[in-house]
């Protein structure tokens, strides 16, 4: 079943276009990967389909609705969650100020019930609980803010470059994690990564995009398949 469908999407900033005629769809319990070059537009494709960006034309469907001009909130609470690379978190506040925040319109028996889901599911966060973000690693700082947004309850998660400045065994736990995302709690995720051979091992499809086109849609074996695209624009 298709769960996302962007058909045709041009999105930018001001008068500014970013990304020009994007295509793509993102079935239940997938994880699509989109890697490219730095500025090809990957981070904006991720705020166009969140609405934290302008869309020119196309279109942006989820679950069967068109959200195209439908505020982020309002996508949050159909099922849609964004993890932007940075600003994720409330730094000043505790963790369980931070998860307060997130699920400010839940009930507190919703809330209970859910925390316990996500600390099934991310079992280091409770001993996080208690502490300020801003004495956090990078590693455990992401896993608050995929808290907060599994608070939520999301059938589709899009993370911007997660494993940004971790350290590369903490950058393979959190690949793991988006693979346990599908396959155990069944999460759609759209993950946008740098390490593109990294992101592709654990996709089911990709999207190369290069100065804000797609320029291959498809299985991910196939695009590594393609020594002239991996070469020349992932440095494969």
């Not at 992101?199 to 290069?210: G, I």
Request: some cysteine; glycine content about 8%.
């Amino acid at each position: 079943m298709i769960l996302l469908e962007v058909e045709s999407l041009r999105a930018g900033y001001g008068k500014i276009e970013i990304v020009t005629g994007v295509t793509l769809e993102v079935d239940n319990r997938e994880i699509v990967a989109v890697v490219g070059p730095n500025g090809s537009g990957k981070s904006t494709l991720l705020k166009a389909v969140f609405g934290i960006c302008r869309i020119f034309s196309g279109s942006v469907l989820f679950k069967g609705e068109d959200i195209t001009r439908m505020p982020p909130h309002k996508r949050s609470r159909l099922g849609m969650a964004y993890l932007p690379q940075t600003g994720n978190v409330f730094e000043s506040l505790t963790v369980w100020e931070n998860l307060l925040l997130a699920g400010y319109d839940l009930r507190k028996d919703e809330m209970e019930e859910r925390l316990e889901s996500v600390a099934s599911f991310l079992p280091e966060l409770k001993e996080l609980l208690h502490r300020r973000v801003k004495t956090l690693s990078g590693g455990e700082r992401q896993i608050v803010a995929l808290s907060m947004s599994l608070l939520r309850n999301p059938s589709l998660v899009m993370l911007d470059e997660p494993t940004a400045a971790l350290a590369p065994r903490l950058a393979k736990q959190a690949l793991k994690r988006i693979v346990e995302l599908r396959d155990e709690l069944g999460v759609a995720v759209v993950l946008v990564e740098q390490n593109a051979l990294s992101a592709l091992e654990v996709s089911d499809k990709a999207l190369l995009m290069v100065s804000g086109t797609a320029r291959f849609w498809g299985k991910p074996s196939e695009l590594l398949e393609d020594r002239e695209l991996a070469k020349t624009y992932l440095g494969l």
